[in-house]
């Protein structure tokens, strides 16, 4: 086929009734993006409650982490503008702190909706005017493209004068009754200029549509992320400077040298515009939606109301999905204007808060640690201690956790990871979440306020510039705390909320402080898991003491649920005895109230989740450690006198052996293996 019949309309109408090529708006774009294929979505439990999580989301080396409310909210609103809900008429906006994924979800969006839209089947097309030389009133302009990127589909449904004659041409052409229906609800008019140039061919041609269609070149949208086309973002910028033609567009002096008819509205150069860039069923981005000046803001009312550029009377349908972010302070003093409501009204309002799940925040940590290697400011190489983004990742969410008389911060921590907290159940978590949900100041809600991610990497920013971190080439997990303190005393400035996280980065330290424990302990036995076995030790043999097929030497024999294999253990009462007491565990009502809570919980998970270890309940690794920590080094009191007293030869090569152990096994070096000791050594941010 010949490149002519290639760029014909002709061509392109047997291409979408071929199915081929596609003819949608963005909202359904974007809804086969997300919803297409098999295992689109899968369904979990967030916080006690069951939402979706869409795959398309989580795919790619920087991913998007968390969010699943906004983003369920999201998926639920272009899927009723795509079946023609309110949404359709609509923008979306995420409002929420600094720092808290909002401008990242929407540039994960755009990238992805790029991708999706330069595959063969999905990609857009436009049409372009060429041979206007010959009409004689256009100069030297001989191309002219559809300032809107307007879709073939949509000149066919507007070829002849009337859209009945338009519907049956297409009849002709081969659309059956039911395509033609399905096209009829994406049915716009043309802009004003390729409205007026097509007229212009129609008077030349004296209407004759063969003639007319030489003048016509489909070509395919261009996929330019620095050109703004197909995905755009427009930032709030200075009142001063900013107008609407940096939305809209503007007359051109260039083309009035060109165009001999004043009334074209060719002239007036839309492409200068953010919005027209996207018109042909793209993205616009508005970021910080709410500190543009008023007219800006009432243009975007406009646009979001009735989806037409308007300029000088002249109109351009756009096809165009709006999404816009919005801090908090902006969109509440924007709100208090009573005279703005009709543009909020416009407005899906989505609140975005902080990821308040410790486990995924490292995820969003190690975004912020970077993955190429890091070096001194001397090009020597910088080590990360194994235990920073740990330690930094409890520290940061503790600060998005609200105070509760019923919860323990700690227990919201592991609750709001999905994990067991004691005898209390998620349906606590769920009430708590509820009861703030209805405080009317947004920022008092479940994980609205707290140390975001600009904050993380500020802190992570110090911690490298911190001299003992230049000098020791090893960024310690440690040190991250007193940077954390100092980003909340330089850029937290409220009394209250600065106190509350100063306390729970106190937390978060103490989380550190068990970590390193069980870390020694592994470090000592010479095993990376080895506080880990000693921990299912105890759950075996608690679950044992319960069995009726225990032998009379004291060994239990079972089937591991992670393995399947068939394994034996000894009851060791003295241990289990040991490791009670630690727990503070007085009589034996209360021991057996905590033995028949982990045997419920070993049941239950042998089944759901046959790997589960036990590691996150964080009292009872504390006493195991313990436990194990003050009975295991032979001539010392403790491990802990063993290392700090290191006089005599048994003790220095204790010393070496652990640091060598960390070095090789652990995945510390000399400088974070040596510090770490040096805490573990001290009393400092016992809990």
Known sequence: MSIKQDNSLGFHLKQVMAGKRRFENVYESVTRMILSGPEAFTKIKVNGRTTYDY????????????????????????????????????????????GNGKTFFVEYLCSIYRRFLAEEINRRYTFRFQGLDKLGNYGKITEIESQTFEDPMVLAMNILPSRDESFEYLAKQGFTDKDLTLAGKNYRSLGACSDYIWNNIREYTGGKLEDMLNFIKIVPIPMSETMGTVTGKYSARDKITSSAKDLLGEESVQRLLHITDTGNPYRIDLRIGALARVGGGGIHFSDEMFKNKKDLVQVYLGVIQNRTIEIDGFKWPI????????????????????????????????????????????????????????????????????NLNFAVSNAVVMTRLPHSEKLTPLEIRKLAAGEIAGD?????????????????????????????????????????????????????????????EQIVLDYIPEPQFRSKYLDDIKIGKSLYREKVRTTMFDAYMDEPQAIK??????????????????????MWRYTDPSSGELKAIKIDETYIRSVEERLGLKNNEQKESFRTTIRRIYGRKAHTEPNYDFMDNNELVKAVTDVRLQSDVAGAGSLVGALANRTNEENEKLYNKIIMTMCDKLGYCTTCAQRTIDYFCTRQDES
């Open 424 to 484: 209390k159940s998620i349906k606590a978590l769920v009430e708590l979440i509820d009861l703030l949900q209805h405080e009317p100041d947004i920022t008092k809600r479940f994980g609205q306020r707290g140390i975001g991610h600009r904050n993380l990497g500020r802190a992570l920013q110090l911690l490298i510039e911190n001299s003992e971190t230049q000098e020791g080439r090893c960024m310690f997990a440690g040190d991250v705390f007193k940077a954390l």
């Open 319 to 386: 096809d165009t999905l709006i999404i816009a972010t919005s801090n908090n302070e902006e969109f509440n003093r924007f709100v208090s204007e009573k005279e703005e409501a009709p543009i909020v009204d416009r407005c899906r309002i989505c609140y975005v808060g902080h990821n308040t799940n410790y486990k995924q925040q490292e995820e969003l940590t190690a975004y912020s640690l970077g993955s190429e290697t890091k070096t001194t400011m001397a090009g020597e190489s910088l080590h990360i201690d194994p």
């Open 533 to 554: 076995k000693e921990v299912m030790n105890y759950v075996n043999m608690v679950v044992a003491i319960d069995s009726q097929e225990v032998g009379p030497d004291n």
């Open 55 to 98: 795959q398309i989301f989580r795919n790619g080396k920087k991913h998007l982490v968390g969010i699943y409310d906004e983003i369920n909210s999201f998926v639920s609103f272009v899927k009723d503008a795509a079946e023609n809900g309110s949404s359709a008429e609509m923008a979306f906006v995420l409002v929420g702190e600094p």
